[in-house]
């Protein structure tokens, strides 16, 4: 009887192991994800901050064009 | 201590996941806690769905911010191109009107302020910032306050270092300002007097330049504060150091004139600007630079003499008799060029008003020179018609008394002068301006030109000063742009007055 106790004892924690394992693995991938959001994130971010100054710079230079070749009609 | 922007909750998947009340009835707590972590990890798959979902509406608004101004610049470049394929530059005529009706370019450029500021703040860390407990509702007590404060600031304020660096630079650009009218008013070598007189005839000048040219911004404002008070007759003379007593006279004379009849009817500023006007129609910008920077040069000189005739006759020939008749030798070569200079602004008036201004300057100058013997020249003058009182001189009284009446001869409006000389035709003085004006108008393009541009110019300025106004209230960007157009400002007005002293030397050695 004891044995037979102990035996669904045993068999209760394997399977929690197994549940645990199972969860580690759903947590895993939820960090992965995560990891994979702030790159993808990051690596965003950068390219539009390039892409944000060379089009500043552009606006400047078109700026500069503009001023050069307006003849007083862009003011309102 | 780095702040998350995004948080995944909840953070521990596995804690409490047991209820205690049910702790005891529970047929397998493994089993609980099992389901419970699942639980949180599907909680913690919602939250980063959102997240996920927050961080990509983010990315995509600002990918499309960035497509948009790709857009308007490709817009811009296409105009631009049309614009430049159909430039000629053989075509194209710079005439002065235009200049002056033009208006200035200006950059619509918007420059990013407050970076970091509560409203940039991203969604993710407001919530954060959210979840702050509030300060408590000081504001409620507001209406029972009797200083009219903000109760909440005193405990907290989020502007007060801004509001701080703001009063910092506000100040300091006062004090630059300031600064820099004492630098204008005291050039390195000049006398005082003298620099009295440059600033008022700065002033002159730069009334009228304020409203057509750049001048006026830049010491105008500096100068308009002890214009008036300071303006004793004798600091006019000073302008022109190089012309002859006597020329120097009758220009102190022209603006005691003007000067009284100003304060008499209220036309004073009328007066001035007439002057001005016909000053820039006969010589352009340069007559007036001569004459602006001259005092510089001359300092001693200018002392001796009272005053020099703004409005000198026309004739060259007569500046040239003249310069031998001057006080000291070595101003008689700076004499005949600022004669000429003088001449230049007067013969617009003269020319206005009466026919022939004939070069009686010449005998005038050596009779104020000593002022008790002139009286014989002037006392016909005298008793013309009552010459404006001179206001007191604090210099030297006894020059500017005779000057006076040379003065009123030069005038081209006196009609004193006729009667001693015949340069001088002049009515009334109060009635001179005003005749003036409609008899000149009509006389050159140059002239309505620079009208032109000044009252255009005049709203612009007026307009912008009261947005700047408003705006630097607020506006970091524009406090700061301000800042730097008075440092600029103030580094233009230093190079300018070294340009002045240096043209002025060049001046000296060349006569």
């Known amino acids: 009887m004891a044995a037979v106790h102990r035996e669904a004892i045993q068999k209760q924690i394997q399977q929690d192991w197994a549940n645990r394992e199972y969860i580690e693995i759903i947590t895993g991938s939820i960090k992965k994800i995560t990891d994979f959001l702030n790159s993808f994130d990051m690596s965003c971010r950068s390219r539009l901050a390039v892409l944000n100054e060379k089009l500043t710079t552009l606006e400047r230079r078109i700026e500069y064009l503009e001023a050069r070749v307006t003849k007083g009609e862009t003011l309102t | 201590m780095p702040l998350p922007k995004r948080v995944i909750e909840p953070v521990h998947v596995s804690r409490g996941t047991i209820p205690e009340e049910l702790s005891a009835s529970l047929p397998s707590e493994l089993e609980a806690a099992t389901n419970g972590t699942l639980a949180n990890t599907v909680r913690q798959l919602s939250s980063l769905s959102r997240h996920a979902e927050d961080m990509f509406g983010e990315l995509t608004r600002e990918a499309h911010n960035m497509a948009m101004r790709a857009n308007s610049l490709q817009v811009r470049l296409d105009r631009l191109a049309v614009k430049v394929t159909q430039l000629d530059s053989t075509i194209e005529e710079v005439s002065l009107q235009d200049i002056h009706l033009k208006k200035a370019f200006k950059s619509a450029i918007v420059f990013d302020q407050e970076v970091v500021s509560r409203s940039t703040m991203p969604t993710a860390m407001l919530e954060t910032y959210k979840q702050c407990d509030k300060p408590p509702p000081l504001d409620k007590l507001d209406p029972y306050r009797e200083d009219g404060k903000f109760g909440l600031k005193f405990y907290t304020d989020p502007g007060y270092f801004f509001d701080l660096w703001r009063q910092e630079m506000l100040k300091d650009t006062e004090r630059m300002m300031h600064d820099r009218g004492k630098k204008v008013r005291a050039p390195?070598?000049?006398?005082?007097?003298?620099?009295q007189g440059y600033m008022n005839y700065d002033q002159v000048i730069y009334q009228h330049g304020s409203q057509g040219g750049h001048y006026g911004t830049k010491i105008g404002r500096a100068l308009s504060s002890c214009h008036y008070s300071n303006l004793p007759l004798i600091n006019f003379p000073l302008f022109f150091p190089h012309c002859r007593p006597g020329l120097q006279q009758g220009y102190m004379n022209y603006d005691q004139v003007i000067y009284q009849h100003g304060s008499q009817g209220g036309h004073y500023g009328t007066g001035m600007l007439h002057y001005d006007m016909n000053a820039m129609g006969n010589n352009v910008n340069n007559s007036n630079l001569e004459t602006y920077t001259s005092p510089g040069g001359t300092p001693n000189r200018t002392k001796p003499r009272p005053s020099q005739p703004p409005p000198a006759p026309p004739s060259t020939t007569n500046s040239n008799n003249s310069t031998p008749t001057t006080v000291s030798a070595s101003n008689t070569?700076?004499?005949?060029?600022?004669?000429?200079?003088?001449?230049?602004?007067?013969?617009?008036?003269?020319?206005?008003?009466?026919?022939?201004?004939?070069?009686?300057?010449?005998?005038?100058?050596?009779?104020?020179l000593p002022p008790p013997p002139p009286l014989s020249p002037s006392p016909p003058l005298h008793s013309i018609p009552p010459p404006p009182p001179p206001p007191p001189l604090p210099n030297g009284p006894s020059p500017p008394l005779p000057p006076l009446m040379n003065g009123d001869l030069?005038?081209?409006?006196?009609?004193?002068?006729?009667?001693?000389?015949?340069?001088?035709?002049?009515?009334?003085?109060?009635?001179?301006?005003?005749?003036?004006?409609p008899v000149y108008d009509p006389r050159s393009d140059l002239l309505k030109a620079i009208r032109d541009g000044i009252t255009l110019r005049k709203v612009e300025r007026v307009e912008q000063k009261e947005g700047e106004r408003q705006k630097a209230l607020h506006d970091v960007a524009s406090i700061l742009a301000r800042r730097v157009a008075v440092e600029f400002s103030d580094s233009d007005s230093a190079s300018e007055s070294e340009y002045d002293s240096d043209g002025w030397q060049e001046q000296e050695t060349s006569a």
């Open chain 2, 188 to 195: 390195s070598s000049i006398e005082p007097g003298l620099q």
């Open chain 2, 410 to 437: 030069h005038l081209p409006n006196s009609t004193k002068s006729p009667l001693k000389q015949g340069s001088t035709t002049s009515p009334p003085k109060p009635s001179n301006i005003d005749v003036r004006k």
């Open chain 2, 333 to 368: 070569p700076t004499r005949a060029r600022s004669m000429s200079a003088g001449r230049d602004i007067l013969p617009d008036r003269k020319s206005r008003s009466p026919p022939p201004p004939p070069p009686p300057i010449d005998n005038t100058p050596p009779e104020p």
